[in-house]
């Protein structure tokens, strides 16, 4: 079955509350540019659920990429079962979130970022981020 099949009536990873085609699969399958930092955020979120490595190289600023793997992302997202996303604050370009998830050992993890984005031909991309 299609993976865009898989997604019908499901509710979006990013715990918007809404279902995903009308939520980050906007972005993730219909090619649609993230609007805000934040929805950009919350789409990356649901791209490492659904181990979309390209949409999440594609969405981070061209001079950051040369410090990102395809390979790596994809392995570090599909070795963790996502959870769920909390914000914690945004503004205009940054976003500070607690990511929950289980690692390959089943142990239950935070990740915490404070991250930044830049608006830059017509999108937001991710920048880079601060963690604890």
């Known amino acids: 079955m299609e993976k865009s099949k898989l997604m019908e009536n499901k509710k979006c990873f990013c715990d918007a509350g809404l279902l995903f085609e009308n939520c980050c699969g906007l972005y993730l399958q219909n090619n649609q540019k993230a609007p805000t930092a934040l929805a950009l955020m919350?789409?990356?979120?649901?791209?490492?659920?659904?181990?979309?490595?390209?949409?999440?190289?594609?969405?981070?600023?061209?001079?950051?990429?040369?410090y990102y793997s395809k390979a790596e992302i994809l392995k570090w997202a599909e070795s963790n079962k996502w959870q769920q996303l909390e914000i914690l604050s945004f503004t205009e370009t940054t976003v500070e979130f607690k990511a929950y998830f289980l690692d390959s050992n089943k142990k239950q993890q935070i990740h915490y970022e404070f991250s930044t984005f830049k608006f830059e031909n017509n999108a937001w991309f991710y920048v880079d981020g601060k963690f604890e």
């Open 42 to 66: 919350r789409s990356r979120y649901s791209a490492y659920a659904t181990h979309n490595a390209d949409y999440l190289l594609e969405t981070t600023h061209i001079s950051e990429r040369k």
